[in-house]
């Protein structure tokens, strides 16, 4: 009886170590809860290719929006826990599970964290019809119009709408929030002047970057960013105590073998050591990262406490999850631009 046992212990184990070395015999889904487009669209594409060819298997992205990704996170936790399901999460997950206790998941725990992927800053622009060209001249100019400026973002629970409350708290400005399905829809208004004021991901922007009809103020973290070294934060401009700079990591649903997870990590940590590929990712506007699995998985932990502490400062709550996101232009603020 006991020969069995050690032979079916084995067996089983043989089995798992020989799942892990053939995987991936079929395409991987990376579910991502934001538009095409969106910086987190960009940076699960890039990393899917990179995917593909160490994996010489096809990683395709799935595009899940809405409730600032809460769903696509709801459907990537119910999936099978085979590998072949992943999610591209970000601190959204971190910000929601502060504003929405109870979900039909629990974040972090219906998930096995794999890899951070990157950093990304925020990026305060501002529509150049303004004739605005720093921090303080916008905050002078709202409180000179109270109730006229309205701000974007992509979406209600987001990185960049928190950093947009704590900006509002620490300057005593009135704007109101205008959500998007996805940044890009945003940006697009802020070019042709439907919108005013936006806060956004580098990488989303960073195409319009140079577009004379805009103009960046500031990034929303506590130090300049490397990829946008020119630009000045909001600390530097005056206003103390704003932190906010995103983050991008792939997990799996929780239960995905323990083998797979590690040779994807391993994957990733592949990808940030090349050169070729590190210069593609900070071209967007991104800072690659490489952690290991117990340190993401750590970073995590911290980042629900960052999070619920922003939140609380933000005043942001449930109920405003219930307002729609915007997916067409919203009318022009008061006076026009």
């Not at 020969?3 to 079916?8: E, G, H, K, N, S």
């Not at 239960?255 to 940590?269: K, M, W």
């Amino acid at each position: 009886m006991l020969a069995w046992v050690v032979v079916a212990l084995l067996t089983g184990a043989a089995a798992s170590v020989s799942e892990a070395q053939i995987y991936p015999t079929r395409p991987v889904h990376i579910v991502v809860g934001f538009p095409a487009g969106s910086t987190t669209d960009i940076l699960a594409r890039i990393y899917a290719d990179k995917l593909t060819e160490y994996f010489n298997q096809r990683f395709v992205v799935d595009n899940i929006p809405g409730h600032a990704s809460n769903d696509a996170a709801a459907a990537a936790a119910r999936a099978e826990p085979d590998g072949y399901t992943l999610f591209l999460a970000s601190n959204a997950q971190s910000a929601n599970a502060a504003i929405i206790p109870e979900q039909p998941f629990a974040f972090p725990h219906a998930f096995a964290p794999i890899a951070m992927l990157a950093r990304v800053p925020t990026v305060l622009v501002v529509n150049r019809g303004l004739g605005v060209s720093s921090v303080q001249e916008l905050i002078a100019y709202a409180k000179a119009r109270p109730g006229v400026l309205r701000y974007g973002s992509s979406g209600l629970g987001t990185g960049p709408q928190l950093a947009a409350e704590l900006f509002k708290a620490a300057s005593g400005v009135a704007m109101d929030h205008v959500p998007y399905a996805g940044t890009h829809e945003a940006a697009a208004d802020v070019v042709a002047g439907r919108l005013p004021v936006l806060f956004a991901p580098l990488p989303t922007i960073s195409g319009i970057a140079t577009d004379r009809r805009i103009v960046s103020l500031a990034t929303t973290g506590a130090r300049r960013s490397p990829v946008a070294p020119n630009l000045p934060t909001l600390g530097e401009a005056g206003l103390a105590g704003i932190d906010v700079n995103l983050w991008f990591g792939l997990m799996a649903p929780r239960g995905t073998p323990t083998e797979i997870q590690r040779e994807l990590a391993n994957a990733v940590s592949r990808a940030v050591d090349s050169k070729l590929f590190k210069e593609n990712l900070t071209s967007t506007g991104a800072e690659p990262v490489r952690a290991s699995l117990d340190s993401f998985a750590a970073f995590i932990e911290l980042d629900m406490q960052s999070w619920a502490s922003l939140v609380s400062k933000a005043g942001v709550t449930i109920e405003e999850f219930q307002r729609p996101t915007v997916r067409t232009a919203p009318a022009l603020p008061v006076g026009g631009l």
